[in-house]
């Protein structure tokens, strides 16, 4: 599959000095400049609410068993672009996309695609923890129940999910409480568990932690490194030292007005490992943005 093409247009000669550049996820396990396996790409990927045009020719090809991170400032479109990975914007009156999202070469937008089946294969995590106002059991169990899993011991399957994100100790005990007893940071790893328990191929996950205190966010992170041995992990966040942290490639978009409306369109900047954003970028506009001169 072809690559993006790349976007940098000013070179900058030394690296950002500061704590971003110390820490990458990616320092441990050399990449290539370019995923070998791509599951997930976006192709001229353009996203209009009504007559705005929200996101303006994105192309990004997104790795197997790899943390994408998207980063910009807010009304850049990352999340936008994270909600058209598994058509969540149909969802949206007055949205449409144009251009092609492959999944595994196959276009999630092609006449006849069932939404609904591109979700069971593509899950999503939201910024806010919202387990159902069900037992934690239930929580896990719904998904597969819904889309019709065949399940020989759905206890197995509930155990298999909470162990994978990291929470079958804490709760094993109390399956038939509610999921609302658990902390913030458990209800999100709870929520995790919820969407791997239908065994995606792909997790989009839209500021995880930005309601989590230190402690449950470093839980959260810790997990995701960790599931990137099973999953491709595409992550949408605010927060720079989180991306720099766990994240092997990153993507940083901004925003360009209108000289008309003022309206603010969303664009990819520059998109490439993470150790290079954080310490050579290839464009001056990524620099002021890790730098702190906006955003």
């Known amino acids: ?15 950002i000095v500061g ?15 370019h995923p070998v396996t791509t599951v997930m790409e976006a192709r ?5 609410y009504g007559d705005f045009h929200a996101v303006h020719d994105v192309n990004l090809a997104y790795g197997r068993n790899e943390i994408t991170a998207m980063i910009g400032p807010s009304g850049c479109g990352k999340s ?10 149909d969802l949206v009156t007055g949205a449409r996309v144009e251009g092609q999202v492959l999944y595994h070469d196959q276009d999630i937008y092609a006449k006849g695609v069932d939404p609904i089946a591109v979700r069971t294969h593509i899950g999503m995590v939201f910024q806010k ?9 239930d929580n896990i169990a719904y998904g597969p129940r819904v889309t019709g899993m065949k399940v020989d011991s759905m206890d197995d399957l509930v155990e298999e999910a909470l162990r994978g994100a ?33 065994k995606p191929d792909v997790i989009l996950m839209d500021e995880p932690c930005s ?6 966010t470093a839980r959260v992170e810790d997990l995701m490194i960790d599931l990137r041995k099973d999953y491709t992990i595409i992550v949408v966040t605010h927060n720079m030292q989180q991306a720099a942290r766990v994240s092997d490639r990153t993507a940083f978009f901004t925003a360009r007005p209108d000289e008309t409306t003022g309206n603010r369109t969303g664009l990819l900047v520059e998109y490439d490992l993470t150790s290079k954003i954080f310490s050579n970028p290839g464009d001056k506009r ?10």
Request: proline share 9%.
């Open 1 to 15: 599959m072809a690559n993006p093409p790349a976007t940098a247009t000013t070179s900058v000669d030394k690296p």
């Open 19 to 33: 704590s971003l550049s110390e820490v990458h996820a990616d320092a441990d396990r050399p990449l290539p400049a």
């Open 44 to 48: 001229d990927l353009n996203v209009f």
């Open 80 to 89: 936008t672009v994270l909600r058209c990975l598994n058509r969540m914007n």
């Open 129 to 137: 923890p919202n387990p159902f106002p069900k037992s934690i059991y």
């Open 166 to 198: 990291a929470l079958w100790d804490e709760v094993k005990d109390k399956l038939k409480q509610s999921a609302y007893g658990l902390s913030g940071g458990q209800q999100q790893r709870l929520c995790i568990a919820r969407t791997i328990a239908t």
């Open 211 to 216: 309601a989590l205190d230190p402690i449950a």
């Open 286 to 295: 990524t620099e002021d943005y890790i730098s702190g001169r906006f955003g």
